[in-house]
C-alpha cells in the first residue's frame, strides 16, 4: 500500500521555532491526523503489485506520483478542510497531499502546483470543473478575492461540521486522546453556533494604499482616470498592495456608513491627502479604525473612529472629521501618530478630533470601557455565549471561597464576569496597556476582589505563584502558540483542582492537553489533569478560525 508516512509531515502553520516544546505542534498542526485516517482507509494501487526486484523502477514510479513538479497542472478533489482553511487533496493513486487555498470540500478542480515542501504540495485553483457539495451564494462582492471570509460560499452547517471535524482529529492525533471510548462521547461536544453569521465584528482595520490591487480577471477594467489609490483590505500575500473596498458586511452598518463616507471624499484633489507608500516610507494616511460599542444607558451603538497616521496634521484630517462626525452613532474620533515605518495601527501619540476618547460595550452584565487601542473580543454578542460556557466550566462552588488565577487575561474581561461570585481573581498579561484598563474596568464595575499584574508567563521564574494564595481555578486564555513550556510545568506542580482552557487555536491547545494529562516523556514529566470536555465555539463565521473551550481536573 502506497501511502505518505505520517513522519514524514512538516509544519504548515508558522510557530515559535525557539520553543522545545512547540515540535510536536509543528509535526502534527494541519496535515498528520488527516494522514493517519487516509493511511488506515487507502485502496490498494497499481503500485503495490510491482514486483520487489524491480525496486529501481518501482521508486521510479513512486517518485512521480508522489511528487508532482512545479507548474504541474493537476485534476483534483477536495476531500475536506485542514487549519487555516485550506482545502486537503490527494493524487490520485499515490495518496500524496496537496493543499489548496479556496478549494472546499466535493469541489473538482484543475489546480496548478506553485511549490512542494517534501511531504506534501501546494497548488492554486485555475478552474473549478464541478462545485462543492454545499455551495451557496456569497453575498460579499469581494468573497471571492478577500482574504478574510474564505469560506463564505460554503453553507453555514458545512462550515461548523468542517471546525468540530477538526478540533476532533487534533485532539485524538495530536492530543493522543482515544476517541474508541465511551467517555469521548461525553467529552467532545458538538460546536456552539454563532447566531449571527454577518456584521458580528465589532472592530475592522482598513489601510490606505498607493497600489491598488486587482484580480487578474478585472485588470481590464481599472479606472480609466488612472487612480491607485486604495482603502481596504490588504490582497492576500502583499504587504504593498490594497484590496479597494467599500462596504465589509462584517462589520455593523454604521460603520459601514463610515467607510463609505470616507471613500467618498478622501481622493478629492483639494484635499491634498496622500495615503502612505510602505515602499518609499511617504504619504499621511496610514489606518482607518472603526470600533462599534453600546451605550450601556440607553442600549444604542456607539462608534468610534480613528485615523492612524505618520503624522500629526489636524488639519489635514479637518474634512474627513466634519464628513463623518454628522453621523449619529459616531461619538469618538482619535488620532494615533505613528512616525515608524512599520504597519503596525497603535501610535506612539494619540489625540481626540472629536467627542470623547473611548467608548463602552456591554458583556455579562458589565460595562467594558474601550480605547483605540484596547484590546476586547472582536464579536461581543459570541464572547458573551462563550464567557457563560467558561463560567459553567469553572463550576463555582456559590459560596464566594474560591480564588481564580486567570492567566492571559488580556483587560481582564473573564475575570471580571467571574469576580462577584468567587473570592479574588489575580489576572497576569504581559501587556501594561491592558492590565491599566483592566484596573479601570474593574474600578467601573465596583469590583475590588480583582489584582491584575504585569508580567511575561513565557519567562516565568521559580517563584512565580508566592505572592497570591493557591488557586482553586486556573483560567487560561493564551494567544496562538499556546502556553511555554515553563508554565505547563508550573501548572503541573501548582496542581489546581480545575483548569479551563481557553484556545483560539485547536493545535496548540491540543499539544498542550497532551501535556497536561499524560506528561511530558521526554523530560520525564508526568501529567495530572483529566479532559473532562472540550467545547468548540464559532466565533467568526467564514473563516477558519475556531475557540475552544477546554475542563480539566486534577485526577
Not at 219 to 233: F, I, P, R, S, V
Not at 381 to 409: H, P
Not at 463 to 469: A, L
Amino acid at each position: 500500500m502506497a501511502t505518505v508516512p505520517t513522519y514524514y509531515v512538516k509544519h504548515i502553520i508558522t510557530t515559535n521555532p525557539k520553543l522545545y516544546f512547540l515540535h510536536r505542534v509543528e509535526k502534527f498542526q494541519s496535515l498528520a491526523c488527516l494522514l493517519h485516517n487516509q493511511e488506515q482507509q487507502s485502496k490498494p494501487t497499481q503500485l503495490d503489485n510491482v514486483n520487489k526486484s524491480s525496486e529501481n523502477n518501482r521508486d521510479a514510479k513512486v517518485t512521480s506520483s508522489f511528487f508532482p513538479k512545479r507548474g504541474q497542472n493537476l485534476e483534483l478533489v477536495c476531500e475536506s478542510l485542514a487549519f487555516k482553511g485550506k482545502g486537503v487533496c490527494k493524487v490520485e493513486d499515490s495518496g500524496f497531499i496537496l493543499m489548496c487555498d479556496r478549494a472546499l470540500p466535493g469541489e473538482r478542480f484543475i489546480g496548478r502546483v506553485t511549490r512542494r515542501k517534501g511531504s506534501y504540495a501546494e497548488v492554486t485553483k485555475l478552474k473549478t470543473i464541478s462545485p462543492h457539495w454545499d455551495i451557496v451564494d456569497a453575498p460579499c462582492e469581494y468573497a471571492s478575492y478577500c482574504g478574510g471570509c474564505k469560506t463564505q460560499n460554503l453553507s453555514y452547517e458545512a462550515q461548523l461540521r468542517a471546525k468540530e471535524q477538526q478540533v476532533r482529529e487534533l485532539i485524538v492525533h495530536v492530543g493522543r486522546f482515544s476517541d474508541k471510548t465511551p467517555e469521548f462521547l461525553n467529552t467532545m461536544k458538538a460546536i456552539v453556533p454563532c447566531d449571527e453569521q454577518f456584521h458580528y465584528r465589532n472592530k475592522m482595520e482598513f489601510s490606505f494604499g498607493s497600489q491598488k490591487w486587482l484580480p487578474k480577471n478585472l485588470l481590464e477594467d481599472k479606472q480609466e482616470d488612472g487612480q491607485t489609490y486604495a482603502l481596504g483590505l490588504h490582497a492576500p500575500g502583499f504587504f504593498d498592495k490594497v484590496l479597494n473596498v467599500n462596504k465589509c458586511l462584517l462589520q455593523s452598518k454604521p460603520a459601514n456608513m463610515v467607510l463609505e463616507a470616507i471613500q467618498e471624499c478622501w481622493r478629492h484633489p483639494n484635499f491634498g491627502l496622500t495615503p502612505y507608500d510602505t515602499r518609499c516610507h511617504t504619504g499621511f494616511l496610514k489606518h482607518l479604525m472603526l470600533r462599534t460599542g453600546r451605550n450601556p444607558d440607553t442600549g444604542l451603538l456607539e462608534l468610534m473612529v480613528n485615523f492612524v497616521t505618520s503624522s500629526y496634521e489636524p488639519d489635514l484630517l479637518k474634512p474627513l472629521v466634519e464628513k463623518v462626525s454628522v453621523i449619529p452613532e459616531v461619538v469618538s474620533i482619535m488620532n494615533n501618530v505613528n512616525t515608524s515605518v512599520g504597519n503596525t495601527s497603535v501610535g506612539e501619540e494619540e489625540y481626540t478630533l472629536y467627542g470623547k476618547s473611548s467608548i463602552t460595550e456591554m458583556l455579562r452584565g458589565l460595562i467594558f470601557k474601550i480605547s483605540a487601542n484596547s484590546f476586547f473580543q472582536t464579536n461581543t454578542g459570541q464572547a458573551d455565549v462563550l464567557y457563560k460556557l467558561v463560567e459553567d466550566c469553572a463550576g463555582l462552588r456559590g459560596d464566594g471561597s474560591e480564588i481564580v488565577l486567570d492567566l492571559f487575561c488580556g483587560t481582564g474581561t473573564i475575570g471580571l464576569t467571574l469576580a462577584k461570585r468567587v473570592k479574588h481573581v489575580y489576572g497576569y498579561e504581559v501587556v501594561p496597556q491592558a492590565i491599566s484598563d483592566a484596573q479601570q474596568n474593574a474600578k467601573l464595575n465596583g469590583i475590588s476582589n480583582a489584582t491584575f499584574i504585569q508580567g511575561d508567563l513565557n519567562k516565568i521564574s521559580d517563584t512565580f505563584g508566592s505572592d497570591f494564595p493557591k488557586p482553586d481555578i486556573v483560567i487560561s486564555d493564551p494567544n496562538r502558540p499556546g502556553m511555554h513550556l515553563k508554565l505547563i510545568k508550573y501548572l503541573l506542580k501548582l496542581k489546581a483542582p480545575r483548569i479551563v482552557y481557553v484556545s483560539c487555536n485547536p493545535a496548540t491547545c491540543a499539544r498542550d492537553l497532551d501535556y497536561l494529562c499524560h506528561g511530558i516523556k521526554e523530560q520525564n514529566i508526568k501529567g495530572c489533569y483529566e479532559l473532562k470536555s472540550i467545547q468548540p465555539v464559532d466565533m467568526f463565521p467564514h473563516t477558519p478560525h475556531i475557540e475552544c473551550i477546554c475542563q480539566l481536573e486534577l485526577c
